[in-house]
């Protein structure tokens, strides 16, 4: 006797193509919520298409993940930009302050 094998049919085609690419992507980044990860997981088991996102999506970024070296922005830059933001706020807050004035004198 002989086991029957159970054959699964998975679809060719899939309607939501690009809300699933989406919805790998939030999956991948870990952006998804419970319910969407599930929601995902059983609608994977039967979309042959979106496996194959998922699939090549996984590698890309596991592939980029390898390959980038990770490094630290010097500490002279951080400090530049510090100072830029800085003074960038100082002059936005005395254009502020500017406009108020010139608001009082038109107001009276």
């Known amino acids: 006797m002989s086991?029957?094998?159970?054959?699964?049919?998975?679809?060719?085609?899939?309607?939501?193509?690009?809300?699933?690419?989406?919805?790998i992507q939030a999956v991948l980044d870990g952006s998804a919520s419970p319910d969407e990860i599930e929601h995902f997981k059983s609608h994977i088991d039967e979309c042959l298409p979106c496996i194959e996102g998922y699939e090549l999506e996984k590698s890309i970024k596991e592939?980029?993940?390898n390959k980038i070296e990770r490094k630290c922005c010097p500490q002279k830059t951080v400090d530049l930009l510090k100072v830029?933001?800085?003074?960038?706020?100082?002059?936005?807050?005395?254009v502020v302050v500017e406009i108020k004035i010139i608001q009082l004198i038109f107001q009276s």
């Open 3 to 23: 086991n029957p094998q159970k054959v699964e049919v998975k679809k060719q085609h899939c309607e939501n193509h690009q809300k699933c690419m989406e919805m």
């Open 63 to 65: 592939g980029l993940k």
């Open 84 to 94: 830029k933001i800085g003074v960038s706020l100082f002059i936005l807050g005395f």
